[in-house]
């Protein structure tokens, strides 16, 4: 029996509805980085995913994107653009929009960061950096190893950091937001970045990552 085309328009548009707060990490994982230990202070800001990655509302758009078409679409994009103005409203409101790097994938997020950041008319930087090549954030076990290998193989250019909350962009939701984003903090001795308010996908949803 063919599923009902309506039913299924109606499925896809309310996951495509179907938002995820990220909530800001607030404890280091025991043992992952040396002088990195107990409470985050000041921690990030909560964030948002687009989608659940592979799920029928924006996930597999994420997908194909990232491994068939090798750049994320305008509608996500667009989707991204519409959830922040109308839907997150984050307090304090991200100023710039930076993204994190992949050796694997160039270019793959930040293009996408920099569109999103034209519709938002914010100004877009590119103050993070890989310094060697490594595993990816996906192939770690647990969040020690993801933290110490996030932490090991991206630098921030400290003299690109503007003032300000920053709108932090990947395509998957991992401790590689928060080394980041603590980092990009103001009077964070490796001057990484502001209150970071991240976004992205979980496992794509979308951290706006």
């Known amino acids: 029996m063919r599923p009902d085309p309506a039913l299924v328009a109606a499925a896809i548009s309310f996951l495509r509805r179907d938002l995820r707060t990220i909530p800001p990490r607030v404890q280091w994982p025991v043992g992952a980085v040396a002088g990195l230990s107990g409470r985050i202070s000041p921690p990030n800001g909560p964030g948002l995913a687009l989608c659940v990655y592979g799920d029928a509302g924006w996930g597999r758009e994420v997908q ?31 100023s710039w929009v930076t993204a994190l790097p992949s050796l694997a994938r160039p270019g793959l997020v930040g293009t996408f960061a920099r569109t999103l950041a034209e519709r938002l008319g914010l100004p877009y930087v590119e103050c993070l950096t890989v310094r060697h090549a490594a595993e990816p954030q996906k192939a770690m076990q647990n969040s020690v190893q993801q933290l110490r290998n996030a932490h090991d193989k991206l630098a921030i250019e400290g003299d690109a950091v503007l003032p300000g909350p920053v709108l932090l962009v990947d395509d998957i939701v991992d401790l590689a937001l928060d080394d980041d984003g603590r980092g990009l903090a103001p009077g964070d001795p490796r001057k990484r970045a502001g209150p970071a308010v991240r976004a992205g996908r979980r496992k794509r949803a979308g951290r706006l990552t």
């Open 64 to 94: 194909r994107g990232k491994y068939v078409d090798g750049a994320f679409s305008e509608e996500l994009v667009a989707a991204s653009a519409r959830a922040i103005r109308e839907r997150w409203h984050p307090a304090p409101a991200p």
